[in-house]
C-alpha cells in the first residue's frame, strides 16, 4: 500500500517526466535539427502549413510562390515551429530519397493502411517489400496487362450500354465520378480475381460491399485514431468495427476463391498446356509456388493482403483519373472532338475485344489518346504527395543551391544533412505542375505538349515513371501504371465514340485531397464526392 507521500512522489515524478519529454520535443530537438537551419516559411508557435501544401485550392500556387522565395529545397511546418519538414523540388535529392532504402513509409501511414491491408505491401519495408514485391512483379508484366485489355473494354461496353439507357429515360446529367468508380470497381474484380461484382447493374455484391465500406471508411477515420491506433483495439468505434466486419467477408470469399484457384492451377500444370489462368491473383499465386526460395512464401492470408492493396491502391485512383479526364475534356470541347475524330476515323483500327494482344495494340495506336491520358494524369494525380522518414542521420545530394539561413550556401553537388527521424514531404503534385519543368502553361490541361516534351521533362533529368511523378518511382512506385493507363484508354475508346461531355451551366468543380485527391462541387461540398456532367448521345448532338 502507497503512503500519500510515496504517490504524491510517484505523480510528481511522472508529470516530471512528463515536462521533461515535451520540453524535449517542443524545444530542445528542434534546437539541433539540421532542418532549422534550412530556409522556408516560418509563422507563430504552433501554426502549421501542413494545409497549405496538401490542400489543393493552396499548394499550387503555394508551392511555386515559396520555390521562388527560399529555391528547391526548403522546409515548412508541420504540426509547429517545433517540427521540422523537408520539402524539395530538386530532383537530385529526390531521387536520392526515393530510391535509399534509408528513407521509408512513416511508421504512422503504415500502422493506419495496415488496418485495412494487414501484411499487405504498403506496409512493408527493408527485406519484406523486396520480396513481397518479387512475388508482385509477374502480375504487372506488360503482358499480363495485354491480356487483361479485353476484360477493360467489355466492362467499358458495360457501362456505355448502361449510360445508353439512362440517357433514354431523358437523364441527361450523370455524376460520372460515382458511375466509372462502379464500372472500374468491376473491371478490377474481374482483373484481379476473375469475380464478377455486377456493380454496374447494382450494388448488392457482398465482397464489393466489404471492399467499398472499408475504403469508404479508411477516408473517414480520425487523426486521433490514426496517431494513436491502439485506441481502435482498447476502444474500437463504428468505423474501426465496420473495417472489422469487412476485412472478415473480404477474408471469408477470399479463401475460397484462392482454394479454388489453387486447384485449377495445379491441374491445369498438370496438363500439357501449363496454367492459362491470367487474372492478377493467379499470377500472385503461381508468382509465389514457384519463388526459388521455398522457405519464404505468403501465406493465403498474405496473398489476400496483396489483393486488398491492389483494390485499395489501383481501383479508385483509376476511377478518379478517368473522371478527372472526363471533366478536362469537358472544359476543352475542341480536345474532345479531335479525340473522338482519331477514335472514329475511317483508318482508325477496329477495335475488339476478343484478341488480347491487337486490343492492346489498337489503344497504343491512338497518339492524342495517349497524350490526353498523360496530361490528365499529370494534372490531376489522385495521390498528392508522399511522405518518407529518415530512419538514420543522413547526407541529401542537391543539384541546386541551398542558401541556409546563416548565409552558408551549399553548392550543387554538396549535401544538406538530415537527422534520424525527419520527415521528407515528396511533392507528387508540385512535381507535376513545376514550371521549371513543364514550361510556363504548366496548370494548363495541353496534351499536344507530349507531342514534344521540353528535355526537363524527360529521362535521365525526369525519372518519373511514364514521364510523370503520378506514379513515383524507386523500389516503392506504383507497379499498376500500365494498368491505369491500358484501363483509362479502353474506357476512353469505347465512351467517347457514343457520348459527348459538358459542363452544366454555372457548376465549378473543386478537388478535395483526403486519401486520394477527389472532385466535389462548389458551393455543394456537403454533398460529397461527385463530378455531375451533361452527357450527350454523338448521334443526337450530330443529327445525320
Ligand atoms: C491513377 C492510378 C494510380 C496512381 C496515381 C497510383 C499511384 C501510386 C503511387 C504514388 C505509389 C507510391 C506510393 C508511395 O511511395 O508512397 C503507388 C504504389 C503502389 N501502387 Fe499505384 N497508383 C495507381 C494505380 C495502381 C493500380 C491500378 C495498381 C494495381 C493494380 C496499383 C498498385 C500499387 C501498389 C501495389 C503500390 C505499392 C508499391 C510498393 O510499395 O512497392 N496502383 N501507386
Given at each position: 500500500?502507497?503512503?500519500?507521500?510515496?504517490?504524491?512522489?510517484?505523480?510528481a515524478?511522472?508529470?516530471?517526466?512528463?515536462l521533461?519529454?515535451?520540453?524535449?520535443l517542443?524545444?530542445?530537438?528542434?534546437l539541433?535539427?539540421?532542418l532549422?537551419?534550412l530556409?522556408?516559411?516560418?509563422?507563430?508557435?504552433?501554426f502549421?502549413?501542413?494545409?497549405r501544401?496538401?490542400?489543393p485550392?493552396?499548394s499550387?500556387?503555394?508551392?511555386?510562390?515559396?520555390?521562388?522565395q527560399?529555391?528547391?529545397?526548403?522546409?515548412?511546418?508541420?504540426?509547429?515551429?517545433f517540427d521540422?519538414?523537408?520539402?524539395?523540388?530538386?530532383?537530385r535529392?529526390?531521387?536520392h530519397i526515393?530510391?535509399?532504402?534509408?528513407?521509408q513509409?512513416p511508421?504512422?501511414t503504415?500502422?493506419?493502411l495496415?488496418?485495412?491491408?494487414?501484411k499487405?505491401?504498403?506496409?512493408t519495408?527493408?527485406?519484406?517489400?523486396t520480396?513481397?514485391?518479387?512475388?508482385?512483379g509477374?502480375?504487372f508484366?506488360?503482358q499480363?496487362?495485354?491480356t487483361?485489355?479485353?476484360?477493360f473494354?467489355r466492362?467499358?461496353?458495360?457501362?456505355r450500354?448502361k449510360w445508353?439507357?439512362?440517357?433514354?429515360?431523358r437523364?441527361?446529367?450523370?455524376?460520372?465520378?460515382h458511375w466509372?468508380?462502379?464500372?472500374?470497381?468491376?473491371?478490377f474484380?474481374?482483373?484481379?480475381?476473375?469475380?464478377?461484382?455486377c456493380?454496374i447493374?447494382?450494388?448488392?455484391?457482398?465482397?464489393?460491399?466489404?471492399?467499398?465500406?472499408?475504403?469508404?471508411?479508411?477516408d473517414?477515420k480520425?487523426?486521433?485514431?490514426?496517431?494513436?491506433?491502439?485506441?481502435?483495439k482498447i476502444?474500437?468505434?463504428?468505423?474501426?468495427?465496420?473495417?472489422?466486419?469487412?476485412?472478415q467477408v473480404?477474408?471469408?470469399?477470399?479463401?475460397r476463391?484462392?482454394?479454388?484457384?489453387?486447384s485449377?492451377i495445379?491441374?491445369?500444370?498438370?496438363?500439357?498446356?501449363?496454367?492459362?489462368?491470367k487474372?492478377?491473383?493467379?499470377?500472385?499465386?503461381?508468382?509465389?509456388?514457384?519463388?526459388?526460395?521455398?522457405?519464404k512464401?505468403?501465406?493465403?492470408?498474405?496473398?489476400?493482403?496483396?489483393?486488398?492493396?491492389?483494390?485499395?491502391?489501383?481501383?479508385?485512383?483509376?476511377?478518379?483519373s478517368?473522371s478527372w479526364?472526363?471533366?478536362f475534356?469537358?472544359l476543352?470541347?475542341?480536345?474532345?472532338t479531335?479525340?473522338?475524330?482519331?477514335?472514329?476515323?475511317p483508318t482508325?483500327?477496329?477495335?475488339s475485344?476478343?484478341s488480347?494482344?491487337?486490343?492492346?495494340?489498337?489503344?497504343?495506336?491512338?497518339?492524342?489518346?495517349d497524350?490526353?491520358?498523360?496530361?490528365?494524369?499529370?494534372l490531376?494525380?489522385?495521390?498528392?504527395?508522399?511522405l518518407?522518414?529518415?530512419?538514420?542521420?543522413?547526407l541529401?545530394?542537391?543539384s541546386?543551391?541551398?542558401?541556409?539561413?546563416?548565409?552558408?550556401v551549399?553548392?550543387?553537388?554538396e549535401?544538406i544533412?538530415?537527422?534520424k527521424g525527419?520527415?521528407?514531404?515528396?511533392?507528387?503534385?508540385?512535381?507535376?505542375?513545376a514550371?521549371d519543368i513543364?514550361?510556363?502553361?504548366?496548370?494548363?490541361?495541353?496534351?499536344?505538349?507530349?507531342?514534344?516534351?521540353?528535355?526537363a521533362?524527360?529521362?535521365p533529368?525526369?525519372?518519373g515513371l511514364?514521364?510523370?511523378?503520378?506514379?513515383s518511382?524507386g523500389?516503392?512506385?506504383?507497379?499498376?501504371y500500365r494498368?491505369t493507363?491500358t484501363?483509362?484508354k479502353?474506357?476512353?475508346?469505347?465512351?467517347?465514340?457514343?457520348?459527348?461531355?459538358?459542363?452544366?451551366?454555372?457548376q465549378?468543380?473543386?478537388?478535395?485531397?483526403?486519401l486520394?485527391?477527389?472532385p466535389?462541387?462548389?458551393?455543394?461540398?456537403?454533398m460529397?464526392?461527385?463530378l455531375?456532367?451533361?452527357?450527350?448521345?454523338?448521334?443526337e448532338?450530330?443529327p445525320?
Amino acid at each position: 500500500m502507497l503512503t500519500p507521500l510515496a504517490l504524491l512522489l510517484a505523480v510528481a515524478l511522472l508529470l516530471g517526466r512528463g515536462l521533461v519529454w515535451i520540453v524535449n520535443l517542443l524545444v530542445v530537438l528542434p534546437l539541433f535539427d539540421p532542418l532549422r537551419k534550412l530556409p522556408g516559411p516560418t509563422g507563430p508557435f504552433f501554426f502549421s502549413h501542413i494545409q497549405r501544401v496538401v490542400d489543393p485550392d493552396f499548394s499550387a500556387t503555394q508551392h511555386e510562390e515559396w520555390k521562388k522565395q527560399y529555391g528547391k529545397t526548403f522546409r515548412y511546418h508541420g504540426s509547429g515551429k517545433f517540427d521540422y519538414r523537408l520539402m524539395t523540388f530538386d530532383l537530385r535529392a529526390v531521387s536520392h530519397i526515393l530510391m535509399s532504402s534509408i528513407y521509408q513509409k512513416p511508421r504512422v501511414t503504415r500502422t493506419f493502411l495496415s488496418t485495412m491491408l494487414g501484411k499487405g505491401i504498403f506496409t512493408t519495408e527493408g527485406a519484406e517489400h523486396t520480396f513481397q514485391r518479387k512475388i508482385i512483379g509477374p502480375a504487372f508484366t506488360l503482358q499480363s496487362i495485354k491480356t487483361l485489355t479485353p476484360i477493360f473494354l467489355r466492362t467499358a461496353e458495360e457501362l456505355r450500354d448502361k449510360w445508353e439507357g439512362m440517357l433514354s429515360n431523358r437523364q441527361e446529367t450523370i455524376d460520372v465520378c460515382h458511375w466509372i468508380s462502379r464500372a472500374t470497381f468491376d473491371a478490377f474484380g474481374m482483373a484481379c480475381l476473375t469475380y464478377n461484382f455486377c456493380s454496374i447493374h447494382g450494388e448488392t455484391e457482398e465482397l464489393y460491399l466489404a471492399f467499398r465500406r472499408m475504403f469508404d471508411l479508411a477516408d473517414k477515420k480520425g487523426i486521433l485514431r490514426i496517431l494513436i491506433p491502439m485506441l481502435d483495439k482498447i476502444w474500437p468505434d463504428k468505423i474501426a468495427r465496420s473495417v472489422l466486419e469487412s476485412r472478415q467477408v473480404i477474408y471469408a470469399t477470399g479463401r475460397r476463391l484462392i482454394s479454388d484457384k489453387k486447384s485449377t492451377i495445379l491441374d491445369q500444370k498438370l496438363s500439357s498446356n501449363g496454367p492459362t489462368e491470367k487474372d492478377l491473383l493467379s499470377l500472385l499465386i503461381q508468382s509465389n509456388i514457384c519463388n526459388d526460395d521455398s522457405t519464404k512464401t505468403l501465406s493465403d492470408p498474405d496473398l489476400l493482403d496483396q489483393i486488398s492493396s491492389f483494390f485499395f491502391a489501383g481501383s479508385d485512383t483509376t476511377a478518379l483519373s478517368l473522371s478527372w479526364c472526363l471533366y478536362f475534356l469537358a472544359l476543352h470541347p475542341d480536345i474532345q472532338t479531335h479525340l473522338r475524330e482519331e477514335l472514329t476515323h475511317p483508318t482508325a483500327p477496329p477495335q475488339s475485344s476478343n484478341s488480347e494482344d491487337r486490343a492492346y495494340d489498337v489503344l497504343d495506336s491512338f497518339s492524342l489518346l495517349d497524350s490526353v491520358v498523360r496530361e490528365t494524369l499529370r494534372l490531376a494525380p489522385p495521390v498528392h504527395g508522399t511522405l518518407r522518414v529518415a530512419t538514420q542521420n543522413d547526407l541529401i545530394p542537391v543539384s541546386e543551391p541551398v542558401v541556409l539561413t546563416n548565409g552558408t550556401v551549399v553548392s550543387p553537388g554538396e549535401h544538406i544533412k538530415i537527422r534520424k527521424g525527419s520527415i521528407i514531404h515528396i511533392p507528387i503534385e508540385g512535381l507535376n505542375f513545376a514550371k521549371d519543368i513543364w514550361s510556363e502553361d504548366a496548370l494548363e490541361f495541353r496534351p499536344d505538349r507530349w507531342n514534344s516534351l521540353p528535355p526537363a521533362a524527360q529521362p535521365p533529368h525526369f525519372p518519373g515513371l511514364a514521364n510523370l511523378m503520378t506514379f513515383s518511382f524507386g523500389p516503392n512506385s506504383c507497379p499498376g501504371y500500365r494498368f491505369t493507363i491500358t484501363e483509362m484508354k479502353a474506357f476512353l475508346s469505347t465512351i467517347l465514340p457514343r457520348f459527348t461531355f459538358a459542363l452544366p451551366e454555372g457548376q465549378s468543380i473543386g478537388k478535395r485531397n483526403g486519401l486520394f485527391t477527389r472532385p466535389f462541387v462548389r458551393g455543394k461540398s456537403k454533398m460529397g464526392v461527385q463530378l455531375p456532367l451533361i452527357v450527350k448521345r454523338v448521334d443526337e448532338c450530330n443529327p445525320a
